[in-house]
DNA sequence: TATCGTTGTGTACACTCGTACACATGGGAT
DNA sequence: ATCCCATGTGTACGAGTGTACACAACGATA
């Protein structure tokens, strides 16, 4: 076998385990699946995340680390000029507007914290991230309104199939800020 | 075998069903587990529900109705007097105070629309049985902000952990209101 | 009463899963 | 140069899964 010590092995281990929860979902995670969608051993797997569930924090965070950058890219959302609650509506349009799949992924893990309790700190972390990029536009209580409002409206559409209407949200979006 | 020609067996697959997701979550859920709960043959489920899809809208059609009492149980609600934000802040208070379980079933099986297309309608469903207990108390359009707005906090609570804060939802929900 | 179709039962098959464990390998400390 | 130990590999086991299918029981219909 010519790969040993590969040093980054952890981490493509972890972007496998990304693409199989968005192409089959976090039922379709197995160490085998991962291992088989990283090219490494079944033994690699288990050696590195213990359990699915390390896996699965392991792989939360790194997409909230991606769509952390994707907010910041926004310099819209900066401009101290600029309508929040329209910027937010644009953004959460756009994203949504993407390939189904990414959006499902980012939600299936964020949602998956409910059942398992050593996600929690990660959703929180996501959380306070979307809060950290608009402090400073408007105070923190409103902050947190904004997050859940954006949730509310992210989950109507995906789980009723209701389409988005971005003229709603921003409304909406508008109505919580003072 | 006595317990032949059994007209209730389909209804009490599925009120197992609905415990063992309480239980174990929407993972711990087969043919098997359900069988065992329901006390019946492991043929009798696959007879009864030809996929696991199948028994889980009828579980989530069932907790719905169970759900759509509870509101219409408010006869507050139904007040024209009453103050409706600080009405739906009592009720998720009440209801999140309940046991986690409970509350971690509703929310497991709505969720699991995300990846199962069968279970969207069901969510729609659950989606205006909330917009119709709130009909009339103010326009259609602010009805499903405050549906999203609910959705958005209390998975906030469930999903970071931070406890819920009824004084706190109140005052989002009433920003909603024009 | 004879027949038929719905409902219920038991069992077996092929498959995937997590886990464990013995063994290989080679970088870095001594 | 030698040894240690983190890292990597291969394989096997038992448990649990969906599915299929032959058979049993009984209500209804003729």
């Known amino acids: ?8 092995r952890r981490g493509r281990i972890i972007d496998a385990a990304i693409r199989v929860v968005g192409r089959s979902g976090i039922a379709g995670l197995s160490h085998r699946t991962v291992a088989a969608e990283a090219d490494v051993p079944l033994g690699s797997t288990t050696y590195h995340f213990t359990s699915l569930d390390e896996l699965l924090v392991a792989a939360l965070r790194q ?10 890219e926004s310099r819209t959302l900066a401009d101290p000029e600029c309508d929040v609650a329209a910027e937010l ?9 993407g390939e189904r799949t990414g959006v499902e992924l980012e939600y299936e893990l964020y949602l998956a914290a409910l059942r398992r309790p050593a996600l929690r700190p990660v959703a929180a972390e996501w959380c306070d991230g979307v809060a950290e990029a608009l402090a ?10 904004l997050v859940a409002m954006m949730d509310g409206l992210c ?3 995906l789980l009723t199939g ?12 508008a109505r919580l800020i003072p």
């Open 155 to 157: 989950l109507q559409a």
């Open 136 to 145: 400073g536009r408007t105070d923190p209580v409103t902050v947190r309104a």
């Open 63 to 72: 997409v909230n680390e991606t769509f952390a950058a994707y907010l910041q």
């Open 89 to 97: 509506a644009r953004l959460m349009g756009d994203w949504l507007a």
């Open 162 to 173: 209701t389409p988005y209407d971005e003229e709603y949200a921003r409304e909406m979006l």
């Open 1 to 8: 076998m010519t790969r040993r010590y590969d040093p980054e």
